[in-house]
């Protein structure tokens, strides 16, 4: 939070249009959703924990934006946030999330054995895959807000809860603050940790406040299914390994996702949710199943063509990093996201984005030459998608990584029986 409470009490010594933001050159969801009206109303409120609404938008204040990346500019202090300042978290969510009504419930399915294909990708494009999503404590304030013994409290607690699991997901936690550099670096590049946050939208919220006190590392040993802990959520959890089968992948992040929230369950804490909003984190792009699927795939031909540009905004992919230092030619990895709220109901349409863009990587890649010419990508390619939110992705990538944009629709691929979808991810970083 950026000030104190007795600071934001201050703040009431003036009227509503003296401490209106001035959001005149902003592109975010709370520039676009809040409104003089909203602000005068809400803004003498706080959650029970003491979050105002000047906490709520500050990060979207600081940072206007890009003309074409249309971000969320808000966050969630803690669960009350959603209800206490619903008037504006109502539009900012329905307007982000596809027309999510205030009188919507969510659908949650984590059976894997639902999941439908994902185990045949091919070997000699697909390097490797993950799912991963994030999860809150019920009891402990979010990482924007959260005091130092707070979040102290959460790394405790899920130490304990981790360090319990058995079978394949018995592991250890490794402490940010124990770690050397050399080790802390070598996480990093291996796609296994998260780095300190540099981005404004994050640093502006206050979720790197005291770092890296009580932040840290959790993994198997097998090092395929991993939890990252006090990061931009109290709980980010990853399944991943090298390859294309993302079938494997998805059942042991399922199997593992519900076994550490029965953990929490009997130890009183069980992860935030409810029934109109699903699973609640702190960034409102992150709601609901807030689920993430992804492949690193080698495209050593197509992303060098011309056009490649064209070809993944047609395929809503974007470039991101994979690594330290340059873009490495050659080398990518598509990403798409469920829709975190999701729609009724979705279907499988092939061909998804990364077997689309797998198909045209040959070095054949004259216009109207079917399945080696960027033809086909417009053929199937739906319209130009809304633009992506900064805020999705959480801490930085780096190189050359396929982004997928943030909404869900024809062509996306593997679907469970409710619509879960994890489609075209670069490597967390």
Request: aromatic share 6%; hydrophobic share 30%; charged share 25%.
């Amino acid at each position: 939070m950026p000030f104190g409470n007795t600071h934001n009490k201050f703040k009431l010594n003036y009227k509503p249009e003296e401490e209106y933001p001035d959001l005149t050159k902003h592109n975010n969801h709370m520039a676009k959703a809040l409104t003089p009206e909203i602000y005068k109303k809400l803004r003498d409120k706080e959650t029970p924990s003491g979050f105002t609404l000047d906490d709520v938008i500050q990060t979207g204040v600081d940072n206007p934006g890009h003309p074409f990346i249309m971000t969320v500019g808000c966050v969630a202090g803690d669960e009350e946030s959603y209800q206490v300042f619903k008037d504006l978290f109502d539009p900012i969510i329905q307007d982000r999330h596809g027309g999510y009504k205030p009188t919507d419930k969510h659908k949650t399915d984590l059976n894997h054995e639902n999941l439908k294909g994902g185990d045949d990708l091919d070997p000699n494009y697909v390097l490797s895959s993950r799912v991963r999503t994030g999860r809150s404590i019920k009891g402990y304030t979010l990482p924007p807000h959260c005091s130092r013994g707070e979040r102290r409290a959460v790394e405790k607690l899920s130490i304990e809860a981790l360090n319990s699991l058995t079978g394949e997901f018995k592991g250890k936690y490794y402490p940010l603050k124990s770690m050397t550099e050399q080790e802390q670096q070598q996480l990093i590049d291996d796609h296994f940790l998260f780095d300190k946050p540099v981005s404004p939208l994050l640093l502006a919220s206050g979720m790197a406040r005291d770092w890296p006190d009580a932040r840290g590392i959790w993994h198997n040993d097998n090092k395929t299914f991993l939890v990252w802990v006090n990061e931009e959520d109290h709980l980010r959890v990853i399944s991943m390994q090298k390859g294309g089968n993302m079938k494997e992948v998805f059942r042991r992040f399922c199997v593992g996702l519900q076994k550490i929230e029965e953990i929490f369950k009997k130890a009183g804490h069980p992860f935030m949710w409810n029934e109109h909003l699903g699973y609640v984190l702190t960034c409102p792009s992150n709601l609901g199943t807030g689920l993430r699927g992804g492949v690193h795939v080698k495209l050593a031909h197509l992303s060098k063509h011309p056009k490649f540009e064209e070809i993944l905004t047609r395929l809503r992919l974007q470039k991101r990093g994979t690594g330290p230092g340059e873009p490495k030619m050659g080398m990518s990895a598509g990403e798409g996201t469920t829709r975190p709220i999701p729609p009724p109901s979705m279907g499988r349409t092939p061909p998804t984005p990364n077997r689309q863009a797998c198909e045209d990587n040959t070095p054949d890649l004259r216009p109207a030459q079917g399945r080696g010419g960027i033809s086909v990508v417009g053929e199937h390619a739906p319209p130009t998608p809304p633009p992506l939110s900064v805020h999705e992705g959480g801490t930085a990538s780096r190189g050359l990584v396929a982004t997928g944009a943030p909404a869900v629709g024809p062509g996306m691929g593997t679907v469970t029986s409710h619509g879960a979808q994890p489609s075209p991810c670069p490597p967390p970083s």
